[in-house]
Nanobody, 117 residues
Framework: QVKLVESGGGLVQPGGSLTLSCSASGEIFSPNILGWYRQVEGKEREMVAIGFSGGEIKYAYSVKGRFTISRDNSQNTVYLQMNSLKPEDTAVYYC???????????WGQGTQVTVSS
């Protein structure tokens, strides 16, 4: 079983920055995807940014140019640097792990990000 542990959420003012981190432990298979989704209560969970173990990266259009995802494959850790945060970025952010070409998916417990003055 893969376990994901997130950290780094919190309250930040509009225009501010936060960095989320997620460490994966357990039996890690490659190729895989490590990344971030977010969810607002009453809405569907949406992809924010994902990084493939081979290097490919994808961003949601709404965060391009503001958020940066990075991976440390040696530590099975993924980071999300969030800059120029907006109130609409407020959500619970979930770390996501998926084995490519497999149905095996794991989610972290979620970390709250609140952007408010």
């Amino acid at each position: 079983q893969v376990k994901l542990v997130e950290s780094g959420g919190g309250l930040v003012q509009p225009g501010g920055s936060l960095t989320l981190s997620c460490s994966a432990s357990g039996e890690i298979f490659s190729p895989n995807i490590l990344g971030w989704y977010r969810q607002v209560e009453g809405k569907e969970r949406e992809m924010v940014a994902i990084g493939f173990s081979g290097g490919e990266i994808k961003y949601a259009y709404s965060v391009k140019g503001r958020f940066t995802i990075s991976r440390d494959n040696s530590q099975n850790t993924v980071y999300l640097q969030m800059n120029s945060l907006k109130p609409e970025d407020t959500a619970v952010y979930y770390c996501h792990y998926k084995v490519v070409a497999s149905d095996y998916i794991r989610w972290g417990q979620g970390t709250q990000v609140t952007v408010s003055s």
